[in-house]
């Protein structure tokens, strides 16, 4: 293993679970009343917005557009992001490790999200571990989102280290391919297998709970 003075951690899918290979996306359709008939029209919907809402898309203003042109009756008060939330899961497994790392080194969140998610996931309290992270970049505050390379630039121009000592843990291929390209060290993490993947990083760094 190289040299590693900064770790950079994407957010769903590694320091907490979310909905990364579950079934949740489809029990929060079920839950909003679409039916299988409707799910083709709600991915082009979504598709619509994808490349905005982990910028500058307010995505409640999506919740409008799904009662209109799906003709389901979505409560008035509802709201995506409490409810992607409470689906959200916390994961332990990592925390003792991020503790361990961030003794030695600098450590970061690099990840997209939705405006507004960030507090709604800090305010529930039990999903976020309490850590003074040395640098956040948020995708709807910066302005570009994974797998766009200019967010890993960047997140590269806010540390004070090479490209080659970045360490990016991550759950998604797609995003490790980018980082990789600019030189980065990588780390694939599997939500469904936690536990398993926070002990090979672990391992990896050289650390022990």
């Keep these: 293993m190289s040299k590693i003075s900064f770790v950079y951690f994407d957010v769903g899918g590694v320091i907490l679970l979310d909905y990364s290979g579950t079934n949740k996306w489809v029990e929060m359709q079920r839950g909003l009343g679409i039916n299988p008939e409707l799910d083709a029209k709600f991915v082009e919907i979504w598709g619509r917005y994808r490349d905005q809402i982990c910028i500058d898309c307010d995505v409640e203003t999506i919740v409008p557009i799904l009662r209109k042109e799906l003709g389901i009756n979505i409560p008035k008060n509802y709201s995506l992001i409490q409810d992607f ?3 959200y899961e916390p994961n332990p497994s990592i ?16 990840t ?6 960030f507090d ?8 976020m571990i309490s850590k003074n992270w040395d640098v956040t970049v948020d995708s709807s505050v910066v302005g570009a989102q994974k797998p766009d390379p200019k967010i890993f630039q960047i997140a590269q121009s806010l540390v004070d280290c090479p490209p080659r000592e970045i360490l990016f843990v991550e759950n ?7 980082a990789k390209k600019l030189g980065w060290q990588t780390f694939h993490y599997d939500p469904q297998n936690a536990l398993e993947s ?3 990083l672990a391992q990896l760094i050289g650390i022990a709970e």
């Design 112 to 117: 997209n999200m939705y405006p507004g998610l």
């Design 198 to 200: 926070s002990q090979n």
């Design 120 to 127: 709604a996931i800090y305010g529930r309290g039990d999903l």
């Design 172 to 178: 998604q291929e797609r995003h490790l391919d980018v």
């Design 95 to 110: 925390w003792p490790f991020i503790e361990q790392i961030h003794k030695n080194t600098k450590i970061g969140l690099l």
């Design 85 to 87: 939330v409470s689906r």
